[in-house]
């Protein structure tokens, strides 16, 4: 049994700040919290920098549970019919998004905002990223999460890319 303090200035943050976006700002912070290997399990806090800023387009391919503990947290599902659905969650929301979810963004508010992700999946797998367009993906396993951060790595980073 895992057990973190969660006064948010004590977590231990790695900051993700990428410029090569045009699109949009990324501009994000997360803390690994705990997980298990043997189980495929890991929960992380993910926290929005102030002015709307993103975290890299993607989609959980884990059963996920969010909860918002601070600010707002702001997602635009990219539907299989070619449209857009627009989801705002408020301090204290909660939900749940089962396997295979839709491709999205997400982002905080004016005043960010801060989630905790409890990801369980049933491969390994828990996110595929997105480049610039629409064949340009990759996945990010919990190993793959795991070993970055005991290493330094952020992860998602595009492979062969990869930056400390």
């Known amino acids: 049994m895992h057990h973190c303090n969660y006064n948010f200035d004590q977590v231990e943050w790695r900051q993700i700040v990428d410029e090569s976006c045009k699109d949009y700002k990324i501009d994000f912070k997360y803390s690994l ?6 189980l495929k399990r890991l ?7 102030p ?22 947290q ?14 705002v969650r408020k ?3 909660y939900a749940l998004a089962e396997y295979d979810a839709l491709p999205h ?3 905080g508010g004016l005043n960010g905002g801060t989630v905790i992700l409890s990801l369980l999946s049933s491969d390994g797998n828990l996110f595929e990223y997105f ?21 330094g790595v952020i992860y998602g980073s595009k492979p062969n890319t990869l930056t400390k």
């Open 33 to 38: 919290l705990g997980y298990d290997l043997k």
């Open 43 to 49: 929960d992380m806090l993910l926290k929005y920098a």
């Open 51 to 72: 002015g709307n800023s993103y975290c890299r387009r993607h989609r959980h391919i884990a059963s996920t549970m969010t909860i918002v503990l601070e600010g707002e």
């Open 74 to 87: 702001y997602l635009t599902e990219f539907q299989t019919n070619g449209t857009t659905k627009k989801i």
């Open 91 to 93: 301090k204290g929301d």
């Open 105 to 107: 963004n997400e982002h």
């Open 131 to 151: 480049g610039d367009n629409s064949n340009d993906r990759w996945t990010v396993s919990i190993e793959d999460f795991v070993n970055n951060w005991k290493n």
